[in-house]
């Protein structure tokens, strides 16, 4: 049965329907249990901190979420056994992290390590993950992943950072610029996309490369509209000397393993965009009540709760899809290989993204010119309407998305009409 945390938001739809009087057939015990552990932890530890931090582009602590191998002994959050997680736990991590409402702190404590070690975890040697996976569970190793450069972004086949072995054939020398790579001021390594063979995605492979103390490294930090705390750095490399042993898989076979990265991306981006959009539905729902004009609340016009109706609509429509194909992903081995899970995790993203423009939209309408006040009682939306672009434009942009959600399941049915395409 759901329990409730006293924390919980009161305001109708301002929580996932599971966690109200409504059933739901894919959660247990454990998912409520990691609910309030994670709920009570971070309206205590984090969030109160979360405003000074995102003002002032700082980061604290590290939350990584590795296999128990290279845990140190560290359980699970809520001391969930490892053998009970499963994806609606993460699913539920993300939803709680993103109620943060200074989402650049969050980036800042978590983002690196989060998509920079995936590739190691599920793509590295045993050497590669004993010499980095434990360090970065007890906080004395920082990650982050760099893909993005100022030439090639949403096409990354297109990378031109290149990676070229020395005579010695020990190392590699890698030479090029990477841009907004999250965490990047303060990680040690960045998990590299780099250009090893010709043109295109079999000539791209994956790098550790240091970054501190690194001859040929520089990082400055980027200047974004929001994620302030989050660390977006541009990074270069001039002829930077990298061990070949910080090779991850096979050289040239790296354009898998970014890919293999995506899928768990757009399903955190996703959830943490519905969070996202419910705090502005929240936010502006105890705004509507409070607020009087013309003598009565706001709320009492039709038209205004015409809004949270249309938002709550968006909201738990996507959520409830999101829910299933987590489901799926869950309970089908090799999942990922399908192409109708691929489109709809694209189209889940896309449909996430526009949920959440809707309701920052609305929520900011409501609070008329509360909404772009960075102080007061519309400065959560205020932010949220800064952060958000990144929820629609990174990890996949909408235009990629849509494309691709469609090409992965119109490429099968061409395929069968024209068996010569
Ligand atoms: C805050 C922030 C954090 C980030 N963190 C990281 C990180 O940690 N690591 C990392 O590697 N990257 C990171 N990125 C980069 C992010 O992944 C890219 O911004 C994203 O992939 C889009 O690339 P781009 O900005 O170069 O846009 P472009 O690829 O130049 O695209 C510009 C626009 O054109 C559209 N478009 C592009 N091609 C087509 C087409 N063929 N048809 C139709 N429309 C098209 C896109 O959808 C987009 O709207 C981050 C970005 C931001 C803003």
Redesign the pocket.
Known sequence: MPSRSSLDNPHPFGEPAWTTSLLSPFYRDSHHRLRLHLREYLETKLFPHAFEWEQRGLRRLLIPGLPPKYRCGKSLPGDIPDEEWDLFHSMIVSDEFHRCPHMGVMWGLT??NT?GCPPIINFGNEEQKSKYLPQVCNGELRF?????EPE????VAGIRTTATLDSSGQFYVVSGQ???????LWADYATTAVRTGGSGASGISVLIIPLKDTPGVSVRRMM?SG?HA?G?TFIVFSDVRVPRANLIGRENGGFKIIMANFNPERLSLATGALRLARTCYSEAYAHALRRKTFGKPLMENQIIRAKFASMARHIETCYSWIEQLIFHMQNTPRAEEDPQLGARLALAKVQAGKTLELCCREAQQIFGGLGVNKEGLGAVVEQISRDM??WV????????MD?QGMRLVMEKTLRTQNPRL
């Open positions: 983002s690196g998509i982050c992943l760099a893909i993005t090639a972004g949403s096409d990477k841009k907004w790579i999250t965490n990047g974004n994620l989050s977006s672009r990144v434009v990174g990890g996949g942009s909408e235009e990629i494309e």
